[in-house]
Protein backbone atom coordinates (compact mmCIF):
# COMPACT_ATOMS: atom_id res chain seq x y z
CA UNK A 1 0.00 0.00 0.00
CA UNK A 2 2.52 2.87 0.69
CA UNK A 3 4.90 1.16 -2.16
CA UNK A 4 1.77 1.82 -4.15
CA UNK A 5 1.26 5.43 -2.33
CA UNK A 6 5.51 6.26 -3.46
CA UNK A 7 4.80 5.22 -6.84
CA UNK A 8 2.14 7.36 -7.04
CA UNK A 9 3.95 10.06 -5.76
CA UNK A 10 6.56 9.56 -8.08
CA UNK A 11 4.32 9.11 -11.00
CA UNK A 12 2.90 12.75 -10.28
CA UNK A 13 6.64 14.00 -9.62
CA UNK A 14 7.49 12.68 -12.81
CA UNK A 15 4.76 14.08 -14.86
CA UNK A 16 5.42 17.44 -13.15
CA UNK A 17 8.96 17.53 -14.29
CA UNK A 18 7.32 16.88 -18.17
CA UNK A 19 4.94 20.02 -17.41
CA UNK A 20 6.88 22.10 -15.43
CA UNK A 21 7.58 25.68 -16.64
CA UNK A 22 10.60 27.23 -15.39
CA UNK A 23 9.92 30.11 -12.87
CA UNK A 24 13.26 32.23 -12.55
CA UNK A 25 11.64 34.88 -11.00
CA UNK A 26 9.78 33.30 -7.96
CA UNK A 27 12.68 33.97 -5.22
CA UNK A 28 11.17 33.44 -2.15
CA UNK A 29 9.49 29.85 -1.56
CA UNK A 30 8.03 29.14 1.90
CA UNK A 31 9.38 27.44 4.48
CA UNK A 32 8.31 24.45 5.58
CA UNK A 33 9.52 20.96 7.29
CA UNK A 34 9.67 17.92 5.95
CA UNK A 35 8.23 14.68 7.90
CA UNK A 36 11.90 13.57 9.14
CA UNK A 37 12.44 16.54 10.92
CA UNK A 38 14.55 18.84 8.63
CA UNK A 39 13.91 22.37 7.43
CA UNK A 40 13.35 23.04 3.66
CA UNK A 41 11.72 25.37 1.53
CA UNK A 42 8.73 24.30 -0.61
CA UNK A 43 9.93 24.18 -4.12
CA UNK A 44 9.07 22.90 -7.69
CA UNK A 45 10.45 18.96 -7.82
CA UNK A 46 12.38 20.03 -10.69
CA UNK A 47 14.55 22.72 -8.60
CA UNK A 48 15.27 20.61 -5.69
CA UNK A 49 18.41 18.41 -7.29
CA UNK A 50 18.00 15.46 -4.43
CA UNK A 51 15.06 14.83 -5.33
CA UNK A 52 14.87 15.40 -9.09
CA UNK A 53 18.19 13.14 -9.06
CA UNK A 54 16.34 10.68 -6.99
CA UNK A 55 13.22 10.52 -9.79
CA UNK A 56 15.78 9.86 -12.63
CA UNK A 57 17.03 6.84 -10.85
CA UNK A 58 13.48 5.96 -10.05
CA UNK A 59 12.65 5.84 -13.51
CA UNK A 60 15.51 3.41 -14.57
CA UNK A 61 14.69 1.57 -11.56
CA UNK A 62 17.58 2.01 -9.30
CA UNK A 63 15.86 3.81 -6.49
CA UNK A 64 16.97 2.05 -2.97
CA UNK A 65 14.88 1.82 0.26
CA UNK A 66 16.51 4.73 1.47
CA UNK A 67 15.90 7.05 -1.23
CA UNK A 68 12.08 6.37 -1.01
CA UNK A 69 11.42 6.90 2.71
CA UNK A 70 13.67 10.22 2.00
CA UNK A 71 10.92 11.07 -0.77
CA UNK A 72 8.17 10.06 1.14
CA UNK A 73 9.58 12.43 3.62
CA UNK A 74 9.70 15.59 1.41
CA UNK A 75 5.59 16.44 0.95
CA UNK A 76 4.70 19.73 1.21
CA UNK A 77 2.85 20.53 4.68
CA UNK A 78 0.43 22.01 2.33
CA UNK A 79 0.08 19.65 -0.59
CA UNK A 80 1.13 20.91 -3.86
CA UNK A 81 1.28 19.44 -6.98
CA UNK A 82 4.59 19.07 -8.62
CA UNK A 83 6.00 21.06 -5.53
CA UNK A 84 8.25 19.05 -2.48
CA UNK A 85 9.68 20.46 0.77
CA UNK A 86 13.49 20.54 -0.06
CA UNK A 87 16.17 19.88 2.82
CA UNK A 88 17.73 22.84 2.80
CA UNK A 89 21.60 22.31 2.66
CA UNK A 90 22.25 25.85 3.96
CA UNK A 91 20.30 27.57 6.43
CA UNK A 92 19.69 31.01 4.03
CA UNK A 93 21.74 33.31 6.05
CA UNK A 94 22.54 37.30 5.90
CA UNK A 95 25.25 37.37 3.76
CA UNK A 96 27.78 38.88 5.75
CA UNK A 97 30.59 38.62 3.16
CA UNK A 98 34.00 38.81 5.00
CA UNK A 99 36.54 39.18 2.01
CA UNK A 100 39.55 41.42 3.20
CA UNK A 101 41.59 43.07 0.82
CA UNK A 102 44.62 45.47 1.12
CA UNK A 103 44.21 46.95 -2.15
CA UNK A 104 42.76 50.08 -2.76
CA UNK A 105 43.84 51.54 0.57
CA UNK A 106 45.65 54.24 0.64
CA UNK A 107 49.38 53.51 1.64
CA UNK A 108 49.81 57.05 2.23
CA UNK A 109 46.56 56.75 4.93
CA UNK A 110 48.71 56.84 8.67
CA UNK A 111 45.96 55.19 10.38
CA UNK A 112 46.26 52.02 11.54
CA UNK A 113 42.58 51.22 12.47
CA UNK A 114 41.68 50.14 8.80
CA UNK A 115 40.53 46.91 10.79
CA UNK A 116 36.74 47.52 9.77
CA UNK A 117 35.00 44.98 7.45
CA UNK A 118 33.15 47.85 5.07
CA UNK A 119 31.39 45.99 2.27
CA UNK A 120 34.42 44.86 0.11
CA UNK A 121 34.35 46.56 -2.86
CA UNK A 122 34.77 42.77 -4.97
CA UNK A 123 31.31 42.20 -3.57
CA UNK A 124 29.86 44.85 -6.14
CA UNK A 125 31.33 43.50 -8.83
CA UNK A 126 30.18 39.38 -8.09
CA UNK A 127 26.25 39.45 -8.77
CA UNK A 128 25.33 37.64 -5.73
CA UNK A 129 21.58 37.81 -6.68
CA UNK A 130 21.94 36.61 -10.34
CA UNK A 131 24.73 34.33 -9.94
CA UNK A 132 24.32 30.51 -9.91
CA UNK A 133 21.11 30.37 -11.60
CA UNK A 134 20.44 27.01 -14.05
CA UNK A 135 17.13 28.05 -15.26
CA UNK A 136 16.02 24.50 -16.32
CA UNK A 137 16.11 21.45 -15.15
CA UNK A 138 19.45 20.10 -13.26
CA UNK A 139 20.42 17.20 -15.43
CA UNK A 140 22.61 15.18 -13.52
CA UNK A 141 22.72 11.66 -14.56
CA UNK A 142 26.12 10.74 -14.03
CA UNK A 143 28.14 11.25 -17.09
CA UNK A 144 25.05 12.64 -19.30
CA UNK A 145 24.94 16.07 -21.12
CA UNK A 146 23.66 18.69 -19.66
CA UNK A 147 20.59 20.63 -20.76
CA UNK A 148 21.16 23.72 -23.18
CA UNK A 149 22.15 27.14 -21.35
CA UNK A 150 21.61 25.03 -17.89
CA UNK A 151 25.41 25.74 -17.12
CA UNK A 152 25.76 29.46 -18.50
CA UNK A 153 28.59 29.70 -16.51
CA UNK A 154 30.77 27.58 -18.08
CA UNK A 155 33.83 29.02 -19.96
CA UNK A 156 36.29 27.86 -22.72
CA UNK A 157 40.09 28.82 -23.14
CA UNK A 158 41.63 29.25 -26.68
CA UNK A 159 45.01 29.07 -27.34
CA UNK A 160 47.52 29.11 -29.93
CA UNK A 161 49.82 26.48 -29.94
CA UNK A 162 53.51 25.71 -31.13
CA UNK A 163 52.80 25.02 -34.86
CA UNK A 164 50.33 28.07 -34.37
CA UNK A 165 47.01 26.34 -34.58
CA UNK A 166 44.11 27.44 -32.32
CA UNK A 167 42.54 24.91 -29.72
CA UNK A 168 40.58 25.35 -26.61
CA UNK A 169 42.96 23.20 -24.03
CA UNK A 170 41.43 24.53 -20.68
CA UNK A 171 38.06 25.24 -19.63
CA UNK A 172 36.90 28.04 -17.02
CA UNK A 173 33.98 30.04 -15.53
CA UNK A 174 32.46 33.29 -15.72
CA UNK A 175 32.28 34.82 -11.53
CA UNK A 176 31.27 38.18 -12.76
CA UNK A 177 30.56 40.08 -15.78
CA UNK A 178 34.32 40.88 -16.31
CA UNK A 179 36.06 37.73 -14.82
CA UNK A 180 36.94 33.89 -15.59
CA UNK A 181 38.24 31.96 -13.07
CA UNK A 182 40.53 29.18 -14.18
CA UNK A 183 43.57 26.84 -12.91
CA UNK A 184 47.38 28.43 -12.92
CA UNK A 185 48.61 25.34 -14.74
CA UNK A 186 46.62 25.99 -17.55
CA UNK A 187 48.39 29.67 -17.79
CA UNK A 188 51.96 28.21 -19.32
CA UNK A 189 54.37 29.49 -21.71
CA UNK A 190 53.85 26.33 -24.05
CA UNK A 191 50.73 28.02 -25.48
CA UNK A 192 49.55 31.37 -25.79
CA UNK A 193 45.99 32.10 -24.52
CA UNK A 194 43.99 34.12 -27.22
CA UNK A 195 40.35 34.11 -26.51
CA UNK A 196 37.71 33.26 -24.51
CA UNK A 197 33.87 31.08 -25.57
CA UNK A 198 31.05 32.17 -23.25
CA UNK A 199 27.70 30.50 -23.78
CA UNK A 200 28.97 27.14 -25.65
CA UNK A 201 27.32 23.87 -25.48
CA UNK A 202 28.29 21.71 -28.78
CA UNK A 203 31.36 23.20 -29.68
CA UNK A 204 30.78 21.55 -33.50
CA UNK A 205 27.19 23.19 -33.91
CA UNK A 206 26.87 27.10 -34.88
CA UNK A 207 23.40 26.81 -33.42
CA UNK A 208 22.80 25.29 -29.99
CA UNK A 209 19.42 23.68 -29.36
CA UNK A 210 17.53 21.87 -27.31
CA UNK A 211 14.09 19.92 -26.47
CA UNK A 212 12.48 20.78 -23.77
CA UNK A 213 8.48 21.82 -22.66
CA UNK A 214 7.85 20.08 -25.50
CA UNK A 215 9.66 22.05 -28.50
CA UNK A 216 12.59 22.97 -29.18
CA UNK A 217 14.60 26.02 -28.39
CA UNK A 218 17.74 27.07 -29.30
CA UNK A 219 20.59 29.07 -27.41
CA UNK A 220 21.76 32.63 -28.40
CA UNK A 221 25.29 32.40 -30.57
CA UNK A 222 28.10 31.66 -28.58
CA UNK A 223 30.46 35.10 -27.52
CA UNK A 224 34.32 35.05 -27.79
CA UNK A 225 35.91 37.50 -25.72
CA UNK A 226 39.77 39.11 -26.13
CA UNK A 227 42.22 39.38 -23.04
CA UNK A 228 42.87 42.09 -21.04
CA UNK A 229 44.85 41.04 -18.47
CA UNK A 230 45.87 37.14 -16.64
CA UNK A 231 46.10 36.74 -12.95
CA UNK A 232 48.49 33.93 -12.36
CA UNK A 233 48.87 32.67 -8.76
CA UNK A 234 51.95 34.05 -7.44
CA UNK A 235 52.79 30.77 -5.69
CA UNK A 236 52.01 28.29 -8.27
CA UNK A 237 54.12 25.38 -8.81
CA UNK A 238 54.11 22.62 -10.88
CA UNK A 239 56.19 20.70 -8.70
CA UNK A 240 53.58 20.62 -5.05
CA UNK A 241 51.02 21.47 -7.90
CA UNK A 242 49.42 23.76 -4.48
CA UNK A 243 47.86 27.05 -5.88
CA UNK A 244 46.73 26.13 -9.06
CA UNK A 245 44.42 29.27 -9.39
CA UNK A 246 43.90 32.37 -11.94
CA UNK A 247 41.70 34.40 -13.20
CA UNK A 248 41.41 36.19 -16.86
CA UNK A 249 39.80 39.59 -16.97
CA UNK A 250 38.06 39.51 -20.24
CA UNK A 251 38.23 42.73 -22.63
CA UNK A 252 34.68 44.25 -22.33
CA UNK A 253 31.77 42.93 -20.02
CA UNK A 254 29.87 39.77 -20.44
CA UNK A 255 26.04 41.12 -19.89
CA UNK A 256 23.88 38.49 -18.58
CA UNK A 257 21.77 36.31 -21.02
CA UNK A 258 19.66 33.40 -21.01
CA UNK A 259 23.15 30.98 -21.81
CA UNK A 260 25.57 33.90 -20.19
CA UNK A 261 25.66 33.83 -16.74
CA UNK A 262 28.20 33.92 -13.71
CA UNK A 263 28.37 30.75 -10.89
CA UNK A 264 28.02 31.59 -7.24
CA UNK A 265 31.32 31.85 -5.08
CA UNK A 266 31.78 30.37 -1.52
CA UNK A 267 31.63 34.34 -0.23
CA UNK A 268 30.45 33.67 3.23
CA UNK A 269 32.60 31.62 6.01
CA UNK A 270 29.54 28.99 6.74
CA UNK A 271 29.62 28.33 2.34
CA UNK A 272 33.47 28.13 2.76
CA UNK A 273 33.18 25.75 5.86
CA UNK A 274 30.93 23.04 3.79
CA UNK A 275 33.88 21.97 1.51
CA UNK A 276 34.64 19.87 4.33
CA UNK A 277 31.15 18.50 4.83
CA UNK A 278 29.94 17.93 1.47
CA UNK A 279 30.00 14.98 0.10
CA UNK A 280 29.48 15.48 -3.21
CA UNK A 281 30.09 17.67 -5.93
CA UNK A 282 29.33 18.37 -9.61
CA UNK A 283 32.40 17.90 -12.07
CA UNK A 284 30.76 20.05 -15.86
CA UNK A 285 33.33 20.47 -19.19
CA UNK A 286 34.14 19.06 -22.16
CA UNK A 287 37.00 17.02 -21.18
CA UNK A 288 39.42 19.69 -22.23
CA UNK A 289 42.78 19.09 -20.97
CA UNK A 290 46.21 19.28 -22.47
CA UNK A 291 46.58 15.59 -23.48
CA UNK A 292 43.50 13.97 -23.88
CA UNK A 293 40.44 13.76 -26.47
CA UNK A 294 37.73 15.19 -25.36
CA UNK A 295 33.89 15.54 -25.56
CA UNK A 296 31.72 17.47 -28.40
CA UNK A 297 28.50 18.45 -26.02
CA UNK A 298 28.85 19.66 -22.48
CA UNK A 299 28.74 16.86 -19.81
CA UNK A 300 28.88 16.66 -16.04
CA UNK A 301 29.26 14.08 -13.93
CA UNK A 302 28.94 13.63 -10.19
CA UNK A 303 31.56 12.74 -7.98
CA UNK A 304 32.38 11.88 -4.10
CA UNK A 305 34.72 13.79 -1.73
CA UNK A 306 37.84 11.17 -0.48
CA UNK A 307 40.44 11.78 1.90
CA UNK A 308 43.00 14.28 0.85
CA UNK A 309 45.38 11.15 1.13
CA UNK A 310 44.11 9.35 -1.75
CA UNK A 311 45.71 12.33 -3.58
CA UNK A 312 48.35 12.41 -2.24
CA UNK A 313 49.49 8.92 -2.96
CA UNK A 314 47.56 8.31 -6.43
CA UNK A 315 49.57 11.67 -7.63
CA UNK A 316 53.00 10.97 -5.51
CA UNK A 317 52.68 14.71 -3.63
CA UNK A 318 52.64 14.63 -0.09
CA UNK A 319 52.16 18.50 -0.40
CA UNK A 320 47.97 17.49 -1.39
CA UNK A 321 47.71 16.91 2.38
CA UNK A 322 46.27 20.52 2.42
CA UNK A 323 43.17 22.46 3.14
CA UNK A 324 43.42 24.38 -0.28
CA UNK A 325 42.76 21.85 -1.95
CA UNK A 326 39.73 19.31 -2.57
CA UNK A 327 40.41 15.13 -3.41
CA UNK A 328 36.98 14.18 -5.37
CA UNK A 329 36.38 11.16 -7.70
CA UNK A 330 35.61 8.21 -6.52
CA UNK A 331 32.84 6.93 -8.93
CA UNK A 332 29.70 7.48 -8.24
CA UNK A 333 29.92 8.26 -12.27
CA UNK A 334 30.71 6.39 -15.46
CA UNK A 335 33.10 8.78 -17.24
CA UNK A 336 34.38 12.63 -16.04
CA UNK A 337 34.95 15.48 -18.59
CA UNK A 338 36.00 18.14 -16.04
CA UNK A 339 38.15 20.79 -18.18
CA UNK A 340 41.73 21.73 -16.59
CA UNK A 341 40.83 24.82 -15.23
CA UNK A 342 36.28 24.42 -15.04
CA UNK A 343 34.62 24.31 -12.23
CA UNK A 344 33.55 21.87 -9.48
CA UNK A 345 30.57 22.64 -8.04
CA UNK A 346 27.40 22.45 -5.20
CA UNK A 347 23.88 23.14 -6.51
CA UNK A 348 23.00 24.49 -3.24
CA UNK A 349 19.69 26.76 -1.49
CA UNK A 350 21.57 29.79 -1.04
CA UNK A 351 19.99 33.55 -0.76
CA UNK A 352 16.49 31.75 -1.02
CA UNK A 353 17.33 30.40 -3.94
CA UNK A 354 18.57 26.76 -5.27
CA UNK A 355 22.56 27.97 -7.11
CA UNK A 356 25.31 26.79 -8.48
CA UNK A 357 28.11 27.48 -5.90
CA UNK A 358 31.63 26.80 -6.92
CA UNK A 359 33.82 25.33 -4.77
CA UNK A 360 36.65 23.82 -6.75
CA UNK A 361 38.62 23.81 -9.93
CA UNK A 362 40.16 21.09 -11.77
CA UNK A 363 43.35 20.93 -10.82
CA UNK A 364 44.81 17.57 -11.97
CA UNK A 365 43.47 14.55 -12.73
CA UNK A 366 39.80 14.66 -13.54
CA UNK A 367 39.65 12.61 -16.58
CA UNK A 368 40.70 9.67 -14.36
CA UNK A 369 37.19 9.44 -11.99
CA UNK A 370 35.58 6.82 -13.34
CA UNK A 371 38.82 4.62 -13.21
CA UNK A 372 39.43 4.29 -9.62
CA UNK A 373 41.65 7.68 -9.35
CA UNK A 374 40.70 10.40 -7.40
CA UNK A 375 41.40 14.28 -9.33
CA UNK A 376 42.46 17.13 -7.71
CA UNK A 377 41.06 20.55 -7.00
CA UNK A 378 41.86 23.54 -6.18
CA UNK A 379 39.48 24.79 -3.10
CA UNK A 380 37.92 28.10 -4.11
CA UNK A 381 36.76 29.18 -0.48
CA UNK A 382 40.78 29.41 0.47
CA UNK A 383 41.39 32.20 -2.21
CA UNK A 384 38.92 34.34 -2.09
CA UNK A 385 41.06 37.03 -0.45
CA UNK A 386 43.21 36.57 -3.46
CA UNK A 387 40.64 36.63 -5.85
CA UNK A 388 39.33 39.97 -4.39
CA UNK A 389 42.57 41.64 -4.44
CA UNK A 390 42.86 40.84 -8.17
CA UNK A 391 39.36 41.82 -8.83
CA UNK A 392 39.97 45.40 -7.11
CA UNK A 393 42.85 46.06 -9.21
CA UNK A 394 42.94 48.60 -12.00
C1 LIG B 1 23.51 33.02 10.76
O1 LIG B 1 23.89 34.27 11.29
C2 LIG B 1 23.71 34.36 12.69
C3 LIG B 1 24.06 35.78 13.11
O2 LIG B 1 25.06 36.31 12.31
C4 LIG B 1 24.58 33.30 13.39
O3 LIG B 1 24.39 33.37 14.77
C5 LIG B 1 24.20 31.94 12.87
O4 LIG B 1 25.04 30.97 13.43
C6 LIG B 1 24.32 31.89 11.36
N1 LIG B 1 23.87 30.63 10.88
C7 LIG B 1 24.60 29.89 10.06
C8 LIG B 1 24.04 28.61 9.61
O5 LIG B 1 25.70 30.26 9.64
C1 LIG C 1 35.62 38.85 9.40
O1 LIG C 1 36.98 38.51 9.54
C2 LIG C 1 37.56 38.99 10.73
C3 LIG C 1 39.05 38.69 10.68
O2 LIG C 1 39.30 37.46 10.11
C4 LIG C 1 36.85 38.34 11.93
O3 LIG C 1 37.40 38.83 13.13
C5 LIG C 1 35.38 38.67 11.88
O4 LIG C 1 34.71 38.01 12.91
C6 LIG C 1 34.81 38.26 10.53
N1 LIG C 1 33.43 38.70 10.42
C7 LIG C 1 32.46 37.88 10.03
C8 LIG C 1 31.12 38.48 9.93
O5 LIG C 1 32.65 36.73 9.72
C1 LIG D 1 44.36 58.60 -1.32
O1 LIG D 1 45.51 59.17 -1.85
C2 LIG D 1 45.27 60.11 -2.88
C3 LIG D 1 46.60 60.64 -3.41
O2 LIG D 1 47.66 59.86 -2.98
C4 LIG D 1 44.41 61.26 -2.35
O3 LIG D 1 44.11 62.18 -3.41
C5 LIG D 1 43.12 60.68 -1.79
O4 LIG D 1 42.35 61.72 -1.20
C6 LIG D 1 43.42 59.63 -0.75
N1 LIG D 1 42.20 59.02 -0.31
C7 LIG D 1 41.94 58.82 0.95
C8 LIG D 1 40.62 58.15 1.24
O5 LIG D 1 42.69 59.09 1.83
C1 LIG E 1 53.61 33.34 -1.48
O1 LIG E 1 54.49 32.77 -0.56
C2 LIG E 1 55.23 33.70 0.20
C3 LIG E 1 56.24 32.92 1.03
O2 LIG E 1 55.63 31.88 1.70
C4 LIG E 1 54.28 34.52 1.04
O3 LIG E 1 54.99 35.49 1.78
C5 LIG E 1 53.27 35.21 0.12
O4 LIG E 1 52.31 35.89 0.89
C6 LIG E 1 52.59 34.21 -0.76
N1 LIG E 1 51.77 34.90 -1.73
C7 LIG E 1 50.47 34.68 -1.87
C8 LIG E 1 49.76 35.49 -2.87
O5 LIG E 1 49.88 33.85 -1.20
C1 LIG F 1 49.28 24.43 2.47
O1 LIG F 1 49.75 25.16 1.37
C2 LIG F 1 50.07 26.50 1.64
C3 LIG F 1 50.38 27.20 0.33
O2 LIG F 1 51.42 26.60 -0.35
C4 LIG F 1 51.23 26.53 2.63
O3 LIG F 1 51.56 27.86 2.91
C5 LIG F 1 50.83 25.78 3.88
O4 LIG F 1 51.91 25.72 4.76
C6 LIG F 1 50.34 24.39 3.54
N1 LIG F 1 49.80 23.77 4.74
C7 LIG F 1 50.17 22.57 5.13
C8 LIG F 1 49.51 22.07 6.35
O5 LIG F 1 51.01 21.93 4.53
Known sequence: MTSLRIFCFVLCLISALQLYKAQNT??????????????????????CPRIYDAMIKARERRMDKATKTYIKNSHCPKRKKFYVCCEDLIQPNTTTINITTN??????TTTTTTTTTTPSPVLQLLDVEGCGSFGNVPQTINGYQ???????????????TGDGREKFLCGGSLISSRYVLT?????????ELISVRLGEHTISTDRDCGFS????????????????????????SASHGLNDIALIKLKGHAETKSHIRPICLPITKAIQDKSESLREFRVTGWGKTETLASADTLQES?????????????????????????CAGDTLGDACNGDSGGPLSFLDYVKGKQRFVQYGIVSAGSNNCGRGLPG???????????????????
Not at 146 to 160: E, T, Y
Request: proline share 7%; glycine share 4%; aromatic share 10%.
Open 26 to 47: QNNYPACTRRDGRQGHCIPTNE
Open 183 to 191: AAHCINPLY
Open 103 to 108: TRRNKT
Open 302 to 326: IIRKVPRENCCRAFRRPSYNNLSII
Open 146 to 160: VIVQSRPWMALLKFK
Open 376 to 394: VYTNVGKFLSWIAEKMVEP
Open 213 to 236: KGRVTCALPVENFEIERVFKHENF
